[in-house]
């Protein structure tokens, strides 16, 4: 297992959270750790060999980013990143971090660095995995193999976590200030020695400013805020585009949301504005209904004209005058309603009866 997908990415967008966060503090690289649920990234390994490889290659590509070009912020985070890695393994024995020996110098000296800034909890966090054994001091910072042919592994440094080059800090530092304000503060006393007054210099004697190394200071310090000042409105200027895109999916879901909330208030005015046709077979029923209910001639109640309309099919009255009643109440609902009205047929003329088998 060469490459582990995605694992490379997620380190750096873990670091360059780090970084937008504009500080060394472990409380708020803890934050961002639980946030992403970081240490799951060792589940799903069942068997020890895998677990073991995807551990070492884990280990090996954060260790990357705790050395130079990369800047002191992002290489504070990445000792917290190996911190978090190896007490987060599920290996045992626990993997270590691979360290050539031509390193651990560059390792002391940032270890100083630390000091001197005062980030304590940095201190901490290196003398722990000092204490626990964590690293592996190899002579080679890849393994070597004899007589095998390997695909060496170009390194690839993102920009944005690079220290930014600067050859006017490189050039003057602070031992070269220090020296240069020595040698100023002699030049001054010489020219008082040799001068007719001793206790100020001759005038043709002053070749240089008086305050040439304050005036160097004051431009390197101005320099450097410059710079600084640089970096953030790059970083902000590639985070801007990144916010308007988030925004304009956002406009985009929202106008979805209300496109579709709008198509199902049309299609539910649509379904109960529209009118409930009665079927064929139960239109009798409801003009009959109707006209018992809202004839003023007619003061009995429905059931009394059920009633009644049974009574003559009781009484077996002869057709005529069944159909005689029937036309006279499709007249009155008629006048009421204004509806047609479908004439139904007499059931005893159309209707059979069946006759009846003789016994043999």
């Not at 409801?286 to 006209?291: A, G, I, N, P, T």
Request: one cysteine or more.
């Amino acid at each position: 297992m060469d490459a582990v997908p995605g694992l490379k990415e997620d380190c750096e967008e873990l670091l360059g959270a780090f970084q937008q966060a504009d500080t060394v503090r472990f409380e708020r690289f803890a934050e961002l750790w639980r946030e992403r649920r970081f240490h799951t990234i060792f589940y799903g390994r069942i068997r020890a060999l895998e677990r073991n490889k995807i551990t070492k290659k884990t280990l090996d590509v954060a260790q990357q980013y705790f050395f130079p070009p990369y800047s002191f912020q992002i290489r504070v985070g990445a000792l917290y990143l190996l911190y978090g890695l190896y007490n987060a393994q599920l290996c045992q024995p626990k993997q270590k971090i691979r360290i050539a020996l031509k390193l651990w110098p560059e390792i002391q000296k940032f270890q100083l660095d630390l000091l001197d800034a005062q980030h304590y909890d940095a201190v901490y966090i290196l003398r722990r995995l000092r204490l626990a054994r964590a690293f592996h001091f190899t002579a080679m910072p890849k393994p070597l193999t004899y007589r095998t042919k390997k695909k060496i592994e170009k390194n690839y440094f993102k920009e944005e976590f690079k220290d930014p080059s600067n050859r006017v800090n490189s050039l003057i530092t602070n031992d070269v200030l220090e020296e240069l304000m020595n040698i100023h503060d002699h030049y001054q006393k010489m020219k008082c020695v040799i001068s007719a007054d001793k206790s100020r210099p001759d005038k043709a004697l002053s070749l240089i400013k008086d305050d040439f190394v304050v005036n160097l200071k004051d431009i390197t310090l101005e320099h450097q805020e410059w710079q600084q000042n640089r970096m953030k409105l790059f970083r902000s200027a590639k985070v801007a585009p990144e916010a308007e895109d988030k925004k304009k999916e956002e406009t985009l879901l929202k106008s979805e949301g209300s496109e579709r909330a709008n198509a199902l208030a049309r299609i539910k005015y649509k379904s109960y504005s529209a009118v409930v046709e009665v079927s064929r077979s139960r239109r009798h029923r409801q003009v009959q209904l109707e006209s018992s209910e809202s004839g003023p001639s007619c003061g009995k109640s429905p059931g009394r004209s059920r009633k009644a309309s049974r009574t003559p099919q009781a009484a077996r009255r002869g057709s005529s005058e069944v159909r005689g009643e029937r036309q006279v109440a499709e007249e009155t609902v008629t006048q009421h309603i204004g509806m047609p009205i479908i004439v139904e047929e007499d059931s005893e003329e159309g209707v059979s009866l069946p006759k009846r088998r003789k016994r043999r």
